[in-house]
């Protein structure tokens, strides 16, 4: 059995492999993505009673508390997609494929009916 940094390793080797454009359709993050989803979510969803409103949190947040991470997975889910995150990877997942983070934001903004730019979350 491989150990965790041989797999790593392994996966760094396939990942150096592929184009840009490729890279652009692998699902999943870090926990500072997390941080994003939460405040982009945190905006998207103000005023709607529809879905879950999710909080505003930090990757130091996400990283400890189970709470923020299950608040951050309630809203995904609320929109449809699945949320997972482990060991700073996230998955997300629509209509049970794997897709990626800009994927469900635009996914999030066709639902909700709302475009966000950068400037209008990330403060």
Known sequence: MAT????????????????????EQVAGGTLGQTADDSRFLNVL?????????????GATKIAFSTDAQRDVKEAWASLGIEFG???????YKLDGYYITQQMAWEHAEKLVGRHLERKDWDW
Not at 4 to 23: F, G, P, Q, T, V
Not at 85 to 91: E, K
């Open 4 to 23: 965790r940094e041989e797999n790593l390793k392994k996966i760094n080797d396939e990942l150096e492999l592929m184009s840009d454009e490729e890279l």
């Open 45 to 57: 969803l103000n005023g709607t009673t529809k879905y879950h409103h999710c909080d505003r949190y």
């Open 85 to 91: 995150a482990d060991l700073g990877s996230n998955d």
